[in-house]
């Protein structure tokens, strides 16, 4: 299939959409044989070469015209992860007040691979939601593959969850300090970051912990880890739109142990209605042009089945994370952002329970 032809005449894309998918054409990758092969080639000097040119890109996305930090207090913080004791760093961006807020707690999307709360368009991100009334609490947590940092420790599951699972605890330990909101405390995160939040809260439930948090609020998730599906048929029908998903490096990089002994808190479209019960209320969000959208629509629809508070929405025009891409599509990661700020400041009157 000629993806850059299918994009261009795919009357479905916003405009805006369309012209960035075609100035970053996307490649389908082959097989590995193994994580250490994929470690090997993400580390030769021509990958490292090329994600240092994409640096300046980067720069690009999270300035003042994309996102202000008039009216912010941006905040830098460390914990110490469990049960490995590494040390995590902590974005923290919220109003310029002394005031309780609800809090978002925001893990960044990568593919649980690679991505920096402290880079790229995460940031602006954390400011752009932020600016909506909230205290947005960012994790850099372990990546799989590629380190958030050179030095960075890079590990597969479940060492990304730990690291969450922990930093939702250090946020709880030090509400007061950051002016949290003990009881409006929501989960959120796109692409592998929903992976990961939604994997928290199946973790916490699994703990006896469901009332830590008010809610979980999980965009475009990237939870099934094998690609094309029949159940699934946008991975086949959008599949070169930004994520080119038809290859086993994801499961590889993350852990294909976990993949194979079908863990869902690795892959949670591995869950059934038992892993999901009592579930906080959930707010889904996918993407109308994504490969990810179906498994996205499939776990909303596992949440109303196992009784849990669930809503969910579709926006249209847009392809993968698109609505979070300020520089794109302003509008929309705006019209995005404030939603979110929504459902973080009234988690209560999604409750019946």
């Not at 000629?2 to 916003?14: K, N, P, S, Y």
């Not at 994580?35 to 090997?40: A, F, W, Y």
């Not at 994790?139 to 799989?144: A, G, P, S, T, Y």
């Given at each position: 299939?000629?993806?850059?032809?299918?994009?261009?005449?795919?009357?479905?894309?916003?405009?805006?959409?369309?012209?960035?998918?075609?100035?970053?054409?996307?490649?389908?990758?082959?097989?590995?044989?193994?994580?250490?092969?994929?470690?090997?080639?993400?580390?030769?000097?021509?990958?490292?070469?090329?994600?240092?040119?994409?640096?300046?890109?980067?720069?690009?996305?999270?300035?003042?015209?994309?996102?202000?930090?008039?009216?912010?207090?941006?905040?830098?913080h460390?914990?110490?992860?469990?049960?490995?004791?590494?040390?995590?760093?902590?974005?923290?961006?919220?109003p310029?007040?002394?005031?309780?807020?609800?809090?978002?707690?925001?893990?960044?999307?990568?593919?649980?691979?690679?991505?920096?709360?402290?880079?790229?368009?995460?940031?602006?991100?954390?400011?752009?939601?932020?600016?909506?009334?909230?205290?947005?609490?960012?994790?850099?947590?372990?990546?799989?593959?590629?380190?958030?940092?050179?030095?960075?420790?890079?590990?597969?599951?479940?060492?990304?969850?730990?690291?969450?699972?922990?930093?939702?605890?250090?946020?709880?330990?030090?509400?007061?300090?950051?002016?949290?909101?003990?009881d409006?405390?929501?989960?959120?995160?796109?692409?592998?970051?929903?992976?990961?939040?939604?994997?928290?809260?199946?973790?916490?439930?699994?703990?006896?912990?469901?009332?830590?948090?008010?809610?979980?609020?999980?965009?475009c998730?990237?939870?099934?880890?094998?690609?094309?599906?029949?159940?699934?048929?946008?991975?086949?029908?959008?599949?070169?739109?930004?994520?080119?998903?038809?290859?086993?490096?994801?499961?590889t990089?993350?852990?294909?142990?976990?993949?194979?002994?079908?863990d869902?808190?690795?892959?949670?479209?591995?869950?059934?209605?038992?892993?999901?019960?009592?579930?906080?209320?959930?707010?889904?969000?996918?993407?109308?042009?994504?490969?990810?959208?179906?498994?996205?629509?499939?776990?909303?629809?596992?949440?109303?089945a196992?009784?849990?508070?669930?809503?969910?929405?579709?926006?249209?025009?847009?392809?993968?994370?698109?609505?979070?891409?300020?520089?794109?599509?302003?509008?929309?990661?705006?019209?995005?952002?404030?939603?979110?700020?929504?459902?973080?400041h009234?988690?209560?009157?999604?409750?019946?329970?």
């Amino acid at each position: 299939m000629d993806v850059a032809a299918a994009i261009a005449e795919d009357g479905r894309l916003d405009p805006r959409v369309r012209d960035a998918l075609l100035a970053v054409p996307s490649t389908q990758l082959p097989d590995v044989a193994d994580r250490d092969e994929l470690l090997r080639l993400v580390n030769h000097p021509k990958a490292v070469a090329l994600r240092e040119a994409t640096e300046e890109f980067h720069r690009m996305l999270d300035t003042e015209d994309v996102a202000t930090f008039a009216g912010l207090r941006i905040t830098e913080h460390e914990y110490t992860s469990a049960p490995e004791g590494n040390t995590v760093r902590v974005n923290v961006t919220r109003p310029d007040t002394d005031e309780v807020l609800p809090c978002v707690y925001y893990v960044h999307g990568g593919g649980m691979q690679s991505g920096s709360a402290f880079a790229g368009r995460f940031p602006a991100l954390a400011r752009i939601i932020a600016a909506e009334g909230v205290v947005v609490v960012m994790v850099d947590f372990r990546n799989c593959l590629i380190g958030s940092t050179p030095d960075a420790e890079v590990a597969p599951f479940p060492a990304g969850l730990d690291d969450c699972v922990s930093g939702l605890d250090w946020v709880v330990s030090v509400a007061g300090e950051l002016g949290v909101d003990v009881d409006r405390i929501v989960l959120s995160g796109e692409s592998g970051g929903a992976n990961l939040a939604i994997a928290t809260a199946m973790r916490l439930g699994r703990d006896g912990r469901r009332d830590l948090v008010a809610g979980l609020y999980a965009l475009c998730p990237f939870i099934a880890g094998d690609w094309p599906q029949d159940r699934f048929p946008s991975s086949s029908e959008f599949n070169g739109y930004y994520l080119s998903l038809h290859s086993n490096r994801s499961r590889t990089a993350y852990g294909v142990e976990a993949f194979d002994a079908g863990d869902p808190l690795a892959w949670p479209s591995f869950a059934t209605v038992d892993d999901v019960v009592g579930f906080p209320p959930t707010f889904i969000s996918v993407n109308e042009c994504d490969p990810l959208r179906d498994e996205g629509l499939e776990f909303y629809r596992l949440l109303l089945a196992a009784g849990v508070e669930a809503q969910c929405r579709i926006v249209m025009g847009t392809a993968h994370a698109m609505d979070l891409y300020a520089p794109v599509l302003p509008d929309v990661t705006r019209e995005t952002a404030a939603g979110i700020a929504r459902f973080a400041h009234s988690p209560t009157r999604w409750r019946s329970r």
